[in-house]
C-alpha cells in the first residue's frame, strides 16, 4: 500500500456560502465518516481557513505575504492522508469528496517516504 495526501482546494469563483452552508457542513462530515470507515485513512489532517490571520507566506527574497498564498484562482484549504494500492484506487477516493460538487477540487500526490 503506498500514501497519498488529497490537498482540498477551493477557489474564488466558488460561492463563499458553501463554507457554512448547514448541507455542505453534513456532506463533508459524512464524506470524512465514509473514508474513515473504509479503513483508508492514515492522518485525517485538518482544515485550513483561507483567511489572513491565520496565514503567511514567506518567499526566497525574505519577502512576507499575509494571509494565504493563493495561486491562480485555487487555494488550499485542508488536506488528509489516504492509504490506497496505487493512484487509481486513490483517485477513486478522492473523486468522491464534496468539495467537487461545490466548485472546488482535490490534488492527489503521492508520499515517498524517506
Do not use: C
Not at 452552508?21 to 473514508?35: F, I, S, T
Amino acid at each position: 500500500m503506498k500514501n497519498f495526501v488529497l490537498f482540498l482546494r477551493a477557489n474564488t469563483d466558488m460561492d463563499p456560502k458553501a463554507f457554512t452552508d448547514p448541507k455542505e457542513v453534513v456532506d463533508r462530515a459524512k464524506w470524512l465518516e465514509d473514508v474513515q470507515a473504509k479503513g483508508v485513512v492514515k492522518y485525517l489532517g485538518g482544515t485550513m481557513p483561507p483567511i489572513a490571520p491565520m496565514a503567511t507566506s514567506i518567499f526566497p527574497d525574505g519577502s512576507l505575504v499575509e494571509g494565504p498564498f493563493k495561486e491562480d484562482k485555487h487555494f488550499l484549504t485542508g488536506f488528509l492522508i489516504i492509504e490506497a494500492e496505487d493512484l487509481e484506487a486513490a483517485k477513486k477516493i478522492a473523486e468522491t469528496n464534496p468539495i467537487l460538487i461545490a466548485g472546488g477540487s482535490v490534488e492527489i500526490r503521492e508520499i515517498l517516504l524517506r
